[in-house]
């Protein structure tokens, strides 16, 4: 089936809400010679959101802050040495919302300019040097990425509204390759072999994303009463196949369809919340998560998108049959204390290391705390704060 109806583009920023963290040491571009020393480096703003990407032992944190003008800055913390030292550097007038690594230094975002730019639309920033500087590729000015995925230096993806778009050079320009009806995500595994999802389906390619065929569709007995508006599709040789699909249910409530692909690229719904007459087994994933983290074939975890007080997060070893709470707030060594109003972002990098941010927003500045996992999420050590 070959989807080729084109749309109209539209600026859409998308919050990527997940983030991670390390040591004790911040530097400003050099290297500190006391690494147990209390960061002093101040935040530029109000910080409203954070992201993360890891490659190998390197963590990149960005934290989007917002100065009294409405101007926006990032924030970059780089560490390559798993956190136990820090680089700190500031990207004045814009955010990220995303990123991506490929190695220690090739890197690509995407960015949104301040109000007051004449570029305020999303578009695409790249880094040759770990994320010390970034700069525009070409062209970007004329799309408005909402999702971007790079195979290696040269080779990457981006989705702009329904279309699809490739390059070979690196970002500096960009080919059509298809438009799909309510394009929501995708992920591939090379430059031939790649999985789309839409509000409904899920669809999958072996040509580079010119021609789909659907592997899956949303069971018209869970459509009914339900309005689909948001999906999203993971698969890799690392994690195997998983996908989640959002709805809104009945009295606003968020219901969710979480997915797994066998082998042989058959999805099966594992789990959900909120849905009539469920034709899955097992445990529902609680109505609080949003995100999903695999880690896996087997595993996977759930994060919670806008946690009230503490954030809960979720683990499944069964392919999403089942889920466990693994963040006891009673337990000393348990998440840190966190007060109404305050951003927790969590990412994991593996079934035992995770990530976590912590910004309290009630001190001036946004005090920050970076914590990390090494068992699950079972107990979290803070390793930097400023």
Known sequence: MIINKIHILTSICLMSLLLSGCNNTVKKNQQSNNPTQTPQVELSGNITDAEFAFMGENVWISLNSTNQDYSPNTEILHSSNNGQTWLDTIEKNLCISSMQ??????????????????????????????????????????FSPNQI???????????VNNMLLYTVDGGQSWKQKCSIDNFMSFNFKDNKEGW????NSILHTTDGGQTWVKEWSVPEQIKKGLELIDSKIMVNPDIGGWAIFFSEGTMAQTSKIILHMDKSNNWTIESGYNMAQPPFSGNPAPNETGNLDPVSDT??????????????????NDQGKTWSKIIDPSKPEGFPKMTVGDIARIDFVNDQLGWGIIINRSEPGNKLKIIKTENSGAVWKAVMQK
């Open 101 to 142: 690594f490929v190695d220690s230094e090739h890197g690509w975002a995407i960015g949104n300019a301040g109000p007051l730019s004449p570029d305020k639309a999303n578009y695409i920033l790249s880094t040759k040097d770990g994320g010390k500087s970034w700069s525009k590729t070409d062209q970007t000015s004329k």
């Open 299 to 316: 595993s996977a975890f759930l994060l919670a998108i806008q946690p009230t007080l503490y954030p809960v997060v979720l683990k499944t």
């Open 196 to 199: 789309a999802s839409n509000l």
């Open 149 to 159: 995925q790079f195979l290696n230096e040269q080779e990457g993806f981006i989705r």
